[in-house]
Structure formats: C-alpha cells, structure tokens
C-alpha cells in the first residue's frame, strides 16, 4: 500500500500534520484507531521499522510499517514534545473524539 503524498505544502501548525501522520500511520500498519493513539515516542523502532501498540485484551505487539512511513515519521516525531506519538500539548493521551 502506498502512503498518501503529503500536503501540497507544508501544514501550518503541528496539529494537522500530527492528524495526516495518524491518517497515515492506520493502513499502513493496519492498527485500529485507539491502539494508533497509544504509542510513546519511544515505541517507533526506526532503525527495525516496528511500531509497538497494546492492542485488544492488553497485549502487546510489534507491527512492521513502511519505509514510506517512516520517511514521514522520522521528522514529526523529532518534533513532538510530549510523552504520546501523539499527544497534546498538554501532554494527555489524544483520544478518538479530539482527533476526527
């Protein structure tokens, strides 16, 4: 599967590349919304490129992601400040109605 291409420029504020990334980052891993929301910052293996979620039933796993992906996720995750992939600025964990 193909990662979309990115905005024709670049988003102007984090949020919405922080949106596009987690659009992104669901097929291409197959990861359902609430385990997409869930990883750390320190959960991306970029060198292996494995992502590691807690899924159904509290159980751990390591999905491979392309190297598309991480084309794009290397440099937003450099960016992010807050202890979530995916976090807010207030740094909580970003939940399935904030995001859509």
Same mark, same amino acid.
């Given at each position: 599967m193909e990662v979309p291409k990115s905005p024709?420029?670049? *988003? @102007?504020?984090l949020t919405y590349l922080r949106t596009w990334? #987690?659009?992104? &980052?669901?097929?291409?891993? +197959?990861?359902?919304?609430?385990?997409?929301?869930? *990883? @750390?910052?320190?959960?991306?293996?970029?060198?292996?490129? #494995?992502?590691? &979620?807690?899924?159904?039933? +509290?159980?751990?796993?390591?999905?491979?992601?392309?190297?598309d992906l991480r084309r794009h996720l290397w440099p937003y995750s450099q960016n992010v400040e807050t202890h979530f992939l995916f976090g807010t600025r207030t740094d909580t964990r970003l939940t399935y109605p904030d995001n859509f």
């Open positions: 024709g420029r670049k *988003p @102007k504020r990334i #987690l659009i992104v &980052v669901m097929p291409d891993t +197959g990861c359902r919304i609430d385990e997409a929301l869930n *990883p @750390k910052a320190s959960d991306v293996d970029f060198d292996n490129m #494995l992502l590691t &979620v807690l899924g159904k039933g +509290g159980k751990t796993r390591r999905i491979p992601f392309s190297s």
